[in-house]
């Protein structure tokens, strides 16, 4: 299993990985936000997943793995090849922990590209959370499952995407991908969630 530290500095992250032989490498990479209700106040730490906070009508770490597409599904949706997708725990420096999917890019990694996480809310359905959102720079996607929503982050977009049961969010650092790509990843998603 990998294990994650996770430090912010001026918007680039410091990762420890620890690997199970017990090695330590140091990686440094943009963090992936995921992105937070604009009715609460932002979370002190901005690493996904967080369940306390903005997030706290979230819960997290509801599927053991959160990479529901493929590095082929995946290099489709960014347009570049990346490497395969890893679950990852991610030890935060208040003492909380979480877990997400990364993906970074084939060719110049480490750089990530990608994040997954998927939710289930405390209240009502994901597509109830998806449409009380309203955070700036917010679109509707129709024609993908229950809801779904693309969120600027400022450092890419986020997807968040209503299952019956599920949300799921997938981030992508740096260019938006074109809609016809967004759709064709929700769908590939949605059909790897537990039912």
């Known amino acids: 299993m990998q294990r994650v530290t996770v430090a912010g500095l001026s918007g680039l ?4 990985i620890s690997l199970a032989a017990g090695c330590t490498q140091v990686v440094t990479g943009v963090g992936i936000p995921v992105p937070v209700p604009a009715t609460t106040t932002p979370a002190s730490s901005p690493d996904p997943p967080v369940v306390s906070g903005p997030r706290s009508a979230l819960n997290g770490d509801v599927i053991a793995d959160e990479c529901l597409l493929d590095a082929g599904q995946l290099g489709e949706l960014v347009g570049e090849p990346v490497l395969v997708p890893t679950q990852t725990t991610v030890d ?3 003492g ?8 970074d890019a084939a060719t110049r990694s480490p750089a990530p590209v990608v994040a997954i996480n998927v939710y289930t809310p ?8 998806i449409r009380t959102q309203t955070a700036g720079g917010r679109r509707e996607l129709d024609g993908i499952g229950e809801a779904a929503a693309l969120v600027d982050i400022g450092a890419g977009t986020t997807l968040q ?4 049961r599920y949300l799921v969010t997938i981030t ?6 074109p809609d016809d790509a967004w759709r064709t990843a929700a769908t590939a998603a949605l059909a790897r969630l537990p039912a």
């Open 13 to 16: 992250l410091a990762l420890t």
């Open 92 to 94: 935060r420096g208040d």
């Open 96 to 103: 909380s922990s979480g877990s997400a999917c990364y993906v």
């Open 122 to 129: 405390q209240k009502g359905t994901p597509a109830d959370f």
């Open 161 to 164: 995407l209503a299952g019956t």
């Open 172 to 177: 992508v650092l740096g260019d938006e991908p």
